[in-house]
Structures are given as structure tokens and as C-alpha cells.
């Protein structure tokens, strides 16, 4: 807080709390460690789109039999949309300011992120342990 | 200031150039929403492969179609744009790299490492089709 403020609250108890929304950094937090995620994942995801972009059904199937593999994509498609639907988050609140529209848009963007990486996350277990 | 409010104006967008910091900027969110959307097509990867070689085929044939590959080239494009400013925010978020000059040099950096990325990963996908 500036000096000329005319608040007798000092800094410090300006500075404490979780502010108006009671999340704190939260959000912020959240996007940072998924990006920070993300950058090993998409190297990995890259490489193994490359190595499967002719593939017949045998041979990704055999990809997605490694249990590295299978992790990996399930780690990726979940901090994918995670990352995703935070970012899509801020980029409405940006832009959306009639609240029903702002609220409707954020969450069916959050509904549609989390049901599409649960399809993901399915797809993989499936023919992981399929026969 | 024009408005004698003497409070900062915001660039007119209509008629102010924006500079490659404020046009990379907006490119960043741009490229994080065209992503989003091609998660789509990782969705549809994942569950055809999932449902059987039939469906496998399809998407497998998509991807390998002018439009897929249209697709494909212009997110590959944009998942390295948005990884290599994303690296940069991180460093923002460090507390680094604020002075101009920085912005400037990093500018550089980023379009050239987007686009010799872009390039050399479709010289090796197309190589190894």
C-alpha cells in the first residue's frame, strides 16, 4: 500500500488472507505446475506422435501395452486438459462479462475438459489391459 | 494525456501498431485455445485406437488426409509457439528477464526456436512415415 493511502491497515495485514475469492494463488499455482508438467510430457507426446503417424491399430496398440507409455499418456491427456481448462478459465473471465453467460461458458468448459480426459484416460486402461 | 483526465490511455487497437512483445503476447493466448481444440482430435486418436482397428483406421486416416495434415502442421506450430513463450513466463514468473532488451532478444529466440522446431520435427515425422 502506498503512503498516501488512507487506511490505517498496515501493509502487512493488507497483504494477509486469501483475498475476495478465497483462493489465494491457488489458480495461479495450479497453471504454473501443469505448464511446468507439460514441458517434459509434450517432448515425450511429440516423439511418440512422430513414431506413430502411419501406424496400423497392432502397433499403437503394442505402444500403449508399455506401462511407461500408457502413463505417460494418461499423465499427458490429464495435465493436458487440466492445464486446459484453466487456461480457458482466465481467457473467459477476460472476455465474458455478462455473469450467467460467464458462468455457463466456464463451466461447460470444465465439464467438457474433465469428461474428454476421463474418455483419454479410459481409452488407455482399455487397451492396456485388453487382451 | 489526450483525455485531460490525466490517466493513462489504452492503445486504440483499430490504429496503434501493436510491438512484437504485445503481438506475441496475444499470439500466446491465441495458440493456448487453438490447442485446446486440437485435444479434440488426441480424444478421437485415443478412442479409436480404444474402439478397435476399424475406427483406428478412420482416424488414422483423417490424420493422414491434406486437411489432416493441414491441422496437424498449424498445431505443431502452435504447441511449440505456446511451449517456448510458456518457458519464457516461467522465467517471467522467476522474477527474470523484464528489462527490454531482454523482451527483445527472447522475441527472437522464441519465433526462431517455434520455427526451426515446427520444421525439423515434420522433416523427421514425414521421414519416418
Not at chain 2, 485446446?36 to 488426409?65: H, M
Request: net charge positive.
Amino acid at each position: 500500500m502506498a503512503s498516501n493511502s488512507k487506511t490505517l491497515r498496515s501493509p502487512l495485514q493488507v497483504a494477509r488472507g486469501l483475498g475476495s475469492a478465497k483462493h489465494g494463488t491457488e489458480h495461479w499455482w495450479s497453471q504454473r505446475l501443469t505448464a511446468i508438467a507439460l514441458v517434459p510430457l509434450t517432448v515425450w507426446f511429440v516423439f511418440g506422435v512422430i513414431g506413430h503417424l502411419g501406424a496400423d491399430h497392432a502397433a499403437f496398440v503394442a505402444w500403449m501395452k508399455s506401462p511407461f507409455s500408457a502413463v505417460m499418456m494418461v499423465l499427458t491427456a490429464v495435465v493436458t486438459f487440466h492445464h486446459a481448462q484453466s487456461g480457458l478459465q482466465v481467457v473467459i473471465e477476460d472476455y465474458v462479462h455478462v455473469e450467467w453467460q460467464k458462468m455457463a461458458l466456464i463451466i461447460g468448459v470444465k465439464f467438457l475438459s474433465f469428461a474428454l480426459a476421463a474418455a483419454c484416460v479410459l481409452a488407455v486402461v482399455k487397451i492396456f489391459i485388453g487382451a | 494525456m489526450a483525455n485531460g483526465s490525466g490517466r493513462p490511455l489504452s492503445p486504440h487497437l483499430q490504429v496503434y501498431k501493436l510491438p512484437l512483445s504485445a503481438v506475441m503476447s496475444i499470439t500466446h493466448r491465441i495458440t493456448g485455445v487453438g490447442l485446446a481444440v486440437g485435444t479434440l482430435l488426441l480424444v478421437w486418436w485415443l478412442v479409436a485406437a480404444a474402439a478397435g482397428p476399424e475406427a483406428f483406421a478412420r482416424a488414422q486416416g483423417f490424420i493422414g488426409s491434406f486437411f489432416g495434415l493441414l491441422l496437424m502442421f498449424g498445431w505443431s506450430a502452435a504447441l511449440y509457439y505456446h511451449l517456448c513463450n510458456g518457458i519464457r513466463h516461467l522465467v517471467w514468473d522467476a522474477g527474470k528477464s523484464f528489462e527490454l532488451t531482454d523482451a527483445d532478444r527472447n522475441n527472437k529466440i522464441i519465433l526462431g526456436a517455434t520455427a526451426v522446431l515446427t520444421v525439423l520435427t515434420w522433416i523427421v515425422g514425414l521421414a519416418v512415415w
